[in-house]
């Protein structure tokens, strides 16, 4: 009898994994979601993920969020940079295996990019949303396709990336990436930025093991790197077997790459447990153009400059004052040079006076070219650039200047005479006075004189007459 027990076990076993796989929430062609009422989105089998429609901005999105906690948190969004969508759409599993959303007028927008002759979807625990053919082999997987968070079961190979999100709540393309690179270092830079050295801010690796190194995350927890022959090269994170946690890692708006687990109680929240990088300065173009991260105030504008988007630093800052046009190289009035100390920013110069200048030298060189609009004054050396300043930050170790070209404001007309012009109006009106008196003295004198010189004319006149 005691022979018997371990077989039972074993059926068991089997039994329940079969039950599981069975348990998949299947969805199949010809069903639709709306974004409101109980029909808006496809649950998984405990009930933990969800795909189907979140709301975003004044209307909805597609996506997969965690569904099973008090705050609903998005991990994947469909198409992210298009616009919300109204109420009045459709998500339609088409009978010719197409995942599209219908507009009210008909047009259409495929969900799993243009994937097509899918026969069963499914909402899985691990919260992967994957399309199956008929030979139930998965032709598309949301875990391909990363946004801006990572989640156990999830792997990132070479030259794949993430990019952050606009927002907490709008899950569009951000402003930063996440790059596994060929040289095996899982590495972070601003968008629009090529995955070189200077721009890069943050990330982890091993040197030397790429091309093919791999991020890999385990179901507790434990961020990893293999190497291209699947040998562990590096752990980032520890794994943690405590039950009821879930985890993922995210590509946050601030640049910030952040491990998170949540626990499952009914006061669960997300607590960090890792992150990189650090300081929260580091990630480059964080405050936008034209704008300085600080590590105790945060983003400020440059002096002479105001924000662009009060919802966003992304978009930097502008002037607040009006720019004349430069025509040649010449001095242009109307500017001072203001300065912000211990700033750096991306070097990106025109022109770099050299022999060794003042301080004062290199703001006078900067308000003497009508070209420059900043000047970077470092150990003697006047580096002049035009706007936009990028990545500007305060370093309390570096003893960079940055001196900004900003405009005088104009002087406000008053209305009211100033005691000091109408003192000198009574000493104009002296001069004046004095200058009239004169000039008739003058005129009395002259005329005394011809009057004189012609009585004697006519006197002599008169005698030679005689
Ligand atoms: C992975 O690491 C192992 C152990 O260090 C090494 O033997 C193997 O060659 C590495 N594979 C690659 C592709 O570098
Ligand atoms: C990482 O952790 C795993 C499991 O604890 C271990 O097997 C592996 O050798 C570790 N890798 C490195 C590079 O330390």
Redo the contacts with the bound molecule.
Sequence with gaps: MATIWPLLLLLSVIFTAEAQQAEQPVIRRGSLLIPTGTNSSWLSRSGLYAFGFYEQGNGYAVGIFIAGIRNKTVVWTANRDNPPVPGDVKLHFTSNGRLVLQTAQGMETGIAGNTQGAAAASMLDSGNFVLYNSDNSTIWQSFDKPTDTFLPGQKLTTDEDMFSSYSATNQSTGIFRLIMQQDGYLAMYPVGTPPRLEYGYGGVGVSG?G??VSLNFDADGRLYLL?????S?MNITKGDTTKGVIYRLTLDPDGILRHYSHNMDQNGVWNVTWSNPKDKCDPKGLCGINAFCDQDAGCECLPGFKRVNKDSWASGCERNFDSKCCKSNEAVTGYTMETELRTEWQNDSYSILTSPLTQEECGEACLGDCNCEAALYKDGKCMKQRLPLKFVRRNLSDSSVALIKVGTSPISPDPGVPKESKKKNRVDILIIGVSLLSFACIILVVSGIVVYKYRVWLYRNISNAL
């Design positions: 093991e091309p093919n190497n291209g022959t699947g040998i090269i």
